[in-house]
């Protein structure tokens, strides 16, 4: 393996800009259905009047506009979930994730971030990272299924309570059940976004590897002495290659 002296770092293009893109968009549309479904399911401000809050249009904050951002966010969210459906079949970089090849090391990493033990082994993406991945969208499925499922009760004979509504109310048994499972599931992606913006600072700051970055830039820079074991998944091309004269055009 042929090294420059003077070269210490190697830089992976982890993220492209529509990969990144979709990341962001997801993130904001995540934040605005939590916050506005709280205010659905216990609407407390209504204005500087009183009123029954569906119906107080002249006030700024009334169930009307909160409903029609909360299902525009709902559209938006399907959309760039179907994008990132179709991303994940254009490269294997895309799709992130869990390979039992890197299972071994789920220990060392969940030691990690409870301070058991200093470090785990250097990873593009951590074993855990890769499961929490096949956890948040299912949850993200499960969101659009059940929010699809209630808008399409505002209109029981349009063709979206045709398709989804009455069969997922049957399912459920009442639109109560449906509700209540709905809003489970948005408190644990409450409770994800926390868990995840910890992790993303304490890999910043403890590995010094540009976790934090990455998702705005794209890049990844790693010390040659902590290169990713699952660093060929990135590049898609041999990390000989890559630190050699070869070289690798290819990027994930």
């Known amino acids: ?15 492209q800009p529509g990969l990144r893109i979709w990341h962001w968009v997801q993130f904001l549309c ?4 939590f916050v ?15 009123g029954e809050p569906t119906v107080v249009y002249p006030h700024i904050l009334s169930m009307d506009l ?18 990132r459906i179709f ?8 799709r992130a994730l869990m390979a039992p090849k890197h299972l071994w090391m789920l220990k060392d990493v ?4 409870v301070f058991i033990k200093k470090s785990y082994p250097p990873v593009i993406r951590n074993p855990l990272a890769r499961l929490a991945y096949i956890f948040i969208f299912a949850l993200i499925v499960f969101q659009i299924w ?10 029981p004979n349009g063709a979206t309570a045709t398709v989804v509504s009455q069969w997922t109310l049957a399912l459920f048994g009442n639109e109560f059940t449906l509700h209540v499972w709905h809003r489970i599931v948005a408190w644990l992606f409450f409770l994800f976004l926390i868990f995840h913006v910890y992790l993303v600072f304490y890999n910043a700051f403890l590995f010094k590897e540009g976790e934090l970055a990455s998702m705005a830039s794209g890049n990844r820079w790693v010390p040659l002495h ?27």
């Not at 969940?110 to 971030?113: A, S």
Request: net charge neutral; proline share 2%.
């Open 1 to 15: 393996m042929s090294v420059s002296e003077k070269r210490t770092f190697l830089k992976i293009y982890l993220f």
């Open 30 to 33: 995540i934040v605005v259905l």
């Open 36 to 50: 506005t479904g709280l205010y659905i399911g216990d609407p407390f401000f209504t204005g500087s009047g009183s």
């Open 66 to 83: 909160v409903r029609t951002i909360h299902f525009s966010a709902g559209y938006v969210l399907l959309v760039a979930f179907l994008y």
């Open 87 to 94: 991303l994940f079949f254009t490269k294997k970089a895309h």
């Open 110 to 113: 969940i030691l990690t971030y």
């Open 146 to 155: 059940t929010g699809f499922a209630m808008y399409g009760m505002s209109n």
């Open 226 to 252: 902590r290169i990713p074991v699952d660093a060929e998944d990135a590049l898609e091309c041999k990390i000989e290659d890559v630190l050699g004269d070869a070289g690798c055009d290819r990027r994930g």
